[in-house]
């Protein structure tokens, strides 16, 4: 007997003709009975009334058990037996489709008398009970159907089934084929029958689809439980999608969802007519960097919707290289990142690779990254390799490690401006290393900005190098109200000179205001390690300004600059733990920026909030 998974759909009738009856219609018995066990049922054919309707009928017309070739219907096949009751009492019957089409007895019924019209009625499966729709992908399509035919002893009966269940096809879009393995549909994964009617759907789940192909089209299809209102599919066991449009399935009619590919994101337009990326989930954000990145749309304003793990996906920095620097507006929201890996030799590598000139990104909390690049030239931080543009209100925890520019937020900021972050990554370098930033320069600002992880750097060549408890090295640009309370250290086999502050590495022509280094040690070379600077260079046109910094903490030499070519500098050091002068001359240079911070035990800083 054929499985119930061998079923496919025909538009055809299947015609079933049975032996002729063993006696002739004219030995009657006395008055209207007929001699028992001697007129026996003949069914002339069977076949399935074409339901209409807003769905697509299932089948025109069509019968059991195996779909066809071209998905249009359903035929029964040999083996298949169904049940026939005359007037729907007394004996059942059951008949098996044979090998070439004809049908056998294993239990025929017999007319009893010779009245006109009899009501007869057929079902499949043969028999009552539960049938299990919840793997119709390894199990086969489930089925069933009800039938029924007029006849009478000198009149063969014509048997119309119709399907007591709802097909639901899902046919994805060319761009979604090749992302769909497995599709499942939400509804009930069992039903109780009887007489080849569904009595109740029950347990409410997941139903696992068949893959089938017709004339070339690849289709996912199951066959449902009716008045069950779908609203959910699922592809690949794990990428749940809402039906943009729910369906409540109705007996014997067929469904076709066409399932287009999802890219993770959608677009919305605000107040000033620009479009906007929305995104919630992991895919979402790594087809967004694909449009950055291979489709040169580097302007795209970009919004997280939810929280959203990269743990589980190999990541691309947005803004890959200096062809496709990101030029646009990246909100997260306030929403979490966790898990954000790049590991390799990308030249730009941080969740961005290249902000240009204009681009910003703001509101992102990075949790547990994993940045690290041993590109010659690299640029590695947790936001962003290289920044020329905005960065506000993000903060980064993980490790960091870069060749060249390595910082907790950035790699290095030319330009543009860092406001507040902070950043409990370690952060390793070679050559610039610092717990925000490995380098600022050319004007960059970094303002109520602190990093609370170890920096460490191990030169190994004959450049001089530079470490930073915030930033590495200060080129020009502007540091306000920043601190640092991590380990600072610089160390290794390079011949070139090192220097290492708690604040900055080299405050070259740069302006330190109010800025400190609280506690952990700085380390480094004898004349270039310092409290605050390492050295406070001296060059045209501009000298380094440090005012209103302190230290505290164990420092080579023990002095706030280690190596001062313009002066004593403004640097105080804190010998009684008490923060509170250094607190105050903070929130005095960020007055009228939006920020402060908010004091803790003994007045030291430990959290900075928007006003």
């Known amino acids: 007997m054929k499985k119930r998974h061998s079923i496919q759909i025909l538009l055809a009738v299947a015609a079933i003709f049975f032996a002729a009856a063993a006696c002739t219609k004219d030995e009657l018995a006395d008055g209207d009975r007929l001699p028992e066990g001697q007129y026996p049922l003949e069914i002339a054919r069977i076949t399935l009334g074409v339901e209409g309707g807003e769905a697509q009928p299932w089948g025109a017309p069509a019968t059991r058990v195996s779909e066809n070739g071209d998905g249009t219907g359903s035929k029964f096949d040999a083996g298949d037996p169904f049940a026939v009751q005359i007037d729907g009492e007394g004996e059942v019957g059951t008949y098996t489709v044979q090998d070439d089409g004809s049908a056998e007895a294993e239990k025929p019924l017999y007319w009893s008398d ?101 004339n070339g089209v690849t289709c996912w299809e199951a066959n449902v439980v009716p008045d ?146 041993d590109n010659s030239s690299g640029y590695a931080g947790g936001v962003a390799g290289d920044s020329w543009g905005t960065i506000e209100n993000c903060s980064v925890s993980g490790s960091v490690s870069g060749t060249t520019f390595a910082g907790g937020v950035v790699g290095s900021q030319w330009g543009g401006s860092i406001t507040g972050c902070n950043s409990s990554a370690t952060v390793k370098g070679v050559i610039f290393a610092g717990g925000i930033a490995g380098e600022t320069n050319s004007g960059a600002s970094l303002t109520g900005c602190y990093a609370t992880g170890n920096v460490t750097l191990e030169s190994n060549n004959s450049n001089s190098t530079y470490a930073g408890g915030v930033v590495g090295y200060n080129g020009g640009g502007t540091l306000t109200a920043c601190y640092a309370t991590g380990n600072v250290t610089g160390t290794g086999t390079g011949t070139g000179s090192c220097y290492v502050g708690g604040v900055t590495g080299d405050n070259a022509s740069g302006t330190l205001t109010a800025c400190y280094h609280a506690t952990g040690d700085v380390t480094g070379a004898s004349g270039s390690t310092g409290g605050v600077a390492g050295r406070n260079f001296k060059g045209l046109p501009y000298s380094g300004i440090i005012t209103a910094c302190y230290w505290n903490g164990t420092v080579t030499d023990g002095n706030g600059i280690g190596y001062d070519m313009v002066g004593n500098g403004g640097t105080t050091q804190v010998t009684d733990g008490n923060w509170t002068d250094a607190m105050k001359a903070m929130n005095t240079a960020l007055s009228g920026t939006g920020w402060q911070y908010v004091s803790g035990s003994g007045g030291e800083p430990l959290t900075l909030e928007k006003q």
């Open 114 to 214: 010779r009245d006109e019209a009899h009501t007869v009625t057929a079902w499949y499966p043969a028999t009552g009970g539960t049938l299990d729709l919840s793997d119709q992908q390894t199990n086969g399509l489930a089925y069933l159907l009800g039938g029924s035919g007029t006849g009478d002893y000198q009149t063969p009966v014509t048997l119309t089934f119709a399907h007591r269940l709802a097909k639901v096809r899902v046919t994805p879009s060319n761009d979604a084929l090749d992302q769909v393995q497995s599709l499942q549909l939400y509804t009930y994964t069992q039903c109780t029958y009887e007489k080849g009617k569904v009595v109740q759907g029950t347990d409410e789940g997941w139903i696992k689809m068949k893959k089938c192909e017709y």
């Open 228 to 373: 069950y209102t779908i609203t959910k599919l699922m592809a690949n066991g794990t990428e749940e999608r809402t039906l943009s449009s729910a369906i409540t399935p109705v007996a014997g009619k067929f469904y076709n969802i066409t399932l287009d590919y999802d890219p993770g994101y959608t677009t919305t337009t605000d107040d000033q007519g620009q479009t906007i990326y929305n995104t919630d989930n992991e895919k979402g954000l790594k087809n967004l960097a694909k449009l950055v990145n291979e489709e040169w749309k580097s302007d795209i304003n970009i919004t997280l919707t939810a929280d959203i793990d990269l743990s589980v996906i190999d990541w691309t920095p947005i803004g890959i290289d200096y062809n496709h620097r990101y030029t646009g507006t990246f909100n997260g929201g306030g929403h979490t990142i966790t898990g954000l890996t790049v590991t390799g030799s990308d030249q730009y590598a941080g969740l961005f690779g290249y902000i240009d000139d204009g681009g910003t990104v703001k509101n992102v909390v990075l949790e547990d990254v994993q940045i690290t690049s």
